[in-house]
């Protein structure tokens, strides 16, 4: 059974969320990134054939996993999938869906574990802005949220460094995202390489 109107409910709400809570030093995981991680979900789990029933839960999760940045980010992803869960029980979605829609918002959580296909999905749509064509200024947005939990201002090498080493060690979980954003991802990979090595002749000799 498909719940169409109930998602489109959900993602009024979460937008509602965000524009009554969000914090502003929330620069990256927005609105803006759940819309972008529902789209990517629903090209991933078209293409590694979900069933409309499956893709409709995983786009459940893809809306709700970052809403508990409004409240903190430690443990944020548990306090996404007790967000999910309570307007989701308010809406009777069944049981059964609700554990896989925490299940998927759970498997974000870095370093990704992903235990089943809907849960690599989700995971690879999180993360698909790795191969993106505007990954530099993305990061930037997230180094802005990193420097806020960390309170310290990251120089330019060591921001660098950080988000070179995470490049360099993401793999993507499904056959799909990993074939689609290779080329992407490792441009992106090569481009911090050589701002790594310009940023580092800059040190005082």
Same mark, same amino acid.
């Given at each position: 059974?498909?719940?169409?109107?109930?998602?489109?409910?959900?993602?009024?709400?979460?937008? /509602?969320?965000?524009? #009554?809570? &969000?914090?502003?030093?929330?620069?990256?995981?927005?609105?803006?990134?759940?819309?972008?991680?529902?789209? #990517?979900?629903?090209? =991933?789990?078209?293409?590694?054939?979900?069933? $409309? $029933?499956?893709? !409709?839960?995983?786009?459940?999760?893809?809306?709700?996993?970052?809403?508990?940045?409004?409240? /903190?980010?430690?443990?944020?992803? *548990?306090?996404?999938?007790? =967000?999910?869960?309570? @307007?989701?029980?308010?809406?009777?979605?069944? !049981?059964?869906?609700?554990?896989?829609?925490?299940?998927? =918002?759970?498997?974000?959580?870095? %370093?990704?574990?992903?235990?089943?296909?809907?849960?690599?999905? +989700?995971?690879?749509?999180? =993360?698909?802005?790795?191969?993106?064509?505007?990954?530099? $200024?993305?990061?930037?947005?997230?180094?802005? *949220?990193? !420097?806020?939990?960390?309170?310290?201002?990251?120089?330019? *090498?060591?921001? +660098?460094? &950080?988000?070179?080493? @995470?490049?360099?060690?993401? *793999?993507?979980?499904?056959?799909?995202?990993?074939?689609?954003?290779?080329?992407?991802?490792? #441009?992106?990979?090569?481009?911090?390489? &050589?701002? +790594?090595?310009?940023?580092?002749?800059?040190? %005082?000799?």
């Amino acid at each position: 059974m498909l719940h169409k109107e109930l998602l489109t409910k959900a993602t009024a709400y979460v937008e /509602g969320l965000f524009r #009554a809570k &969000k914090p502003d030093w929330v620069k990256f995981h927005t609105f803006r990134h759940a819309r972008a991680v529902a789209k #990517a979900c629903q090209e =991933i789990g078209a293409a590694c054939h979900l069933t $409309e $029933e499956d893709l !409709e839960t995983v786009t459940f999760a893809a809306w709700f996993h970052d809403t508990g940045y409004l409240e /903190g980010i430690d443990g944020h992803e *548990e306090k996404s999938v007790q =967000i999910a869960a309570a @307007f989701l029980r308010d809406n009777r979605y069944p !049981e059964e869906k609700i554990a896989q829609v925490a299940g998927c =918002i759970r498997a974000t959580q870095l %370093p990704q574990n992903p235990k089943n296909l809907l849960e690599q999905v +989700l995971c690879d749509a999180d =993360i698909a802005h790795l191969a993106s064509q505007d990954f530099f $200024e993305v990061t930037e947005l997230i180094r802005s *949220e990193i !420097e806020h939990r960390m309170s310290v201002k990251l120089t330019e *090498e060591e921001w +660098l460094t &950080k988000n070179t080493d @995470f490049v360099a060690g993401h *793999e993507y979980h499904t056959d799909y995202a990993r074939s689609k954003y290779a080329e992407q991802q490792a #441009a992106n990979l090569e481009a911090l390489k &050589k701002r +790594l090595t310009n940023e580092k002749r800059k040190r %005082p000799s």
